[in-house]
């Protein structure tokens, strides 16, 4: 990823990017450290805009890399402080272009690694899997504890993962820290903005 360079926001999907190029969207609960990630996997600090509140990113930022795919970010889900309609708008264009973008190859859904199983983030991926989207799990912020704390989070997660589909998504272990899992992250993505092109 040597060229990243900011796009446009959108509360649209008819309104992105037009759909020539694979795209890769990055969603997660408010504050899993998305932005952070985003920012290490293209070695840009700035380039997703990182904040301590909750709720920050609102619209579907789309990101260009390398002039060859799309790097999207997308309004954290579960943000309680928002109001009801707000959530629902969220909601319906969050939906809207997970089901309509016809280029999307993969659906990076971000989970703390510090924290056990939360309902939250099981919904969202099992309504994932019910629209048979393309999920990948991410587990962040795995500088944050023990290696041994990581890996029994990361079990019990793919456990209710096993619960819900016949072969549990793929997933890696990151940190935006120290940079953990970036290799394999990337070499993922390229493999797959390959197999696209071919």
Request: hydrophobic content about 35%; some cysteine; glycine content about 4%.
């Amino acid at each position: 990823m040597k060229n990243a360079r900011f796009l446009m926001s959108n509360t649209d999907h008819t309104k992105c990017p037009a759909p020539t190029k694979p795209e890769f969207s990055f969603i997660g609960r408010s504050n899993v450290g998305k932005s952070s990630l985003i920012n290490m996997l293209t070695d840009h600090k700035h380039l997703a805009k990182t904040s301590g509140r909750p709720g920050k990113t609102q619209l579907i930022n789309h990101f260009e890399i390398d002039s060859r795919w799309y790097m999207v970010d997308l309004p954290g889900y579960g943000f309680a402080k928002a109001n009801k309609k707000l959530k629902a708008d969220w909601n319906k264009m969050i939906r809207n272009y997970l089901t309509e973008r016809e280029n999307l190859v993969s659906v990076f859904v971000l989970i703390d690694s510090r924290l056990s199983p939360q309902p939250i983030d099981i919904e969202f991926i099992s309504w994932c899997g019910q629209l048979e989207l393309p999920v990948i799990i991410i587990f962040t912020k795995a500088d944050k504890q023990s290696q041994s704390k990581t890996s029994e989070n990361v079990h019990r997660f793919l456990d209710e993962m096993d619960k819900m589909f016949v072969e549990a998504p793929e997933f890696f272990v990151t940190s935006a820290t120290t940079k953990v899992g970036r290799d394999e992250l990337t070499q993922f993505i390229e493999e797959n903005v390959s197999e696209y092109y071919k």
